[in-house]
């Protein structure tokens, strides 16, 4: 994949993952089939904010040259806040810390994670 396509690909993916998290917001009742385990609901916020991380990482040039991990996590978390503040003028939905702070653990697991997969790290010569 040349380079180009491979943006072009990366800035969709990443308007893809905000327009979900909108339009899942906007549901007034989002209950899943089976209920596992008490706050499942949190697993499903972290999942859902960690591909809006992994699609930050993807786009990382957009988020500045110094810093852009904490700059991607600052993105992460005002999109998770103005989700959650979405949520509260939904009918059947409510604006939950709870969630803000599942949202926020998944932005910043995934950026974690995906920039040290995706970023070549120098290897520690072995002593």
């Known amino acids: 994949m040349s380079k180009i396509a491979g943006t072009i690909f990366a800035r969709i993916f990443l308007v893809l993952v905000a327009s979900l998290i909108v339009f899942l917001s906007h549901q007034p009742s989002l209950k899943?089939?089976?209920?596992?385990?008490?706050?499942?609901?949190?697993?499903f916020h972290l999942l859902e904010f960690g591909g809006l991380g992994l699609a930050m990482v993807l786009n990382a040039d957009l988020f500045g040259k110094k810093r852009p991990k904490l700059t991607m996590g600052v993105a992460g978390t005002a999109w998770a806040v103005?989700?959650?503040?979405?949520?509260?003028?939904v009918p059947g939905r409510d604006c939950s810390f709870q969630d803000l702070l599942a949202d926020v653990a998944g932005i910043v697991i995934a950026v974690?994670?995906?920039?040290?997969?995706?970023?070549?790290r120098k290897k520690q010569p072995i002593t």
Do not use: A
């Not at 089939?33 to 499942?40: A, D, I, S």
């Open 32 to 43: 899943p089939p089976v209920q596992l385990f008490p706050h499942q609901d949190k697993v």
């Open 112 to 120: 974690w994670l995906f920039s040290r997969l995706f970023t070549g």
């Open 82 to 89: 103005l989700d959650e503040l979405h949520q509260s003028f």
